[in-house]
Nanobody, 125 residues
Framework: QVQLVESGGGLVQAGGSLRLSCAAT????????MGWFRQTPGKEREFVAA????????YYTDSVKGRFTISRDNAKNMVYLAMNSLKPEDTAVYYC??????????????????WGQGTQVTVSS
């Protein structure tokens, strides 16, 4: 059973930057794709970014392309989300996720089904 712990959220002004981190334990990290999702109250969970097992391929939702960068360090069992030029509409709880065979949230060529506890990102205008 994989365990995911996110960190790095906080309050930032519009135009600012944050870097989210996610530490994974419990499985061989390099054998599964990783993703970031976000959710605001009253809305469905939304895909943000995903990265392949090797880190060679990345996918982004259109609204964050050019501003967010997903990366991973397989030696450290870590995945990151660098967020630049933040906008108030980026405000959400951000969740780290792992690829699962029966995952419920499909993004790119993968399905994601294991989640961390989330980290709050608030962007003020």
């Amino acid at each position: 059973q994989v365990q995911l712990v996110e960190s790095g959220g906080g309050l930032v002004q519009a135009g600012g930057s944050l870097r989210l981190s996610c530490a994974a334990t419990g499985r061989t990290f390099s054998t599964y794709a990783m993703g970031w999702f976000r959710q605001t109250p009253g809305k469905e969970r939304e895909f943000v970014a995903a990265i392949s097992r090797s880190g060679r391929n990345q996918y982004y939702t259109d609204s964050v392309k050019g501003r967010f960068t997903i990366s991973r360090d397989n030696a450290k069992n870590m995945v990151y989300l660098a967020m630049n030029s933040l906008k108030p509409e980026d405000t959400a709880v951000y969740y780290c996720a792992t690829e699962e065979p029966e995952g419920t949230d499909v993004a790119g060529p993968w399905a994601f089904g294991s989640w961390g506890q989330g980290t709050q990102v608030t962007v003020s205008s």
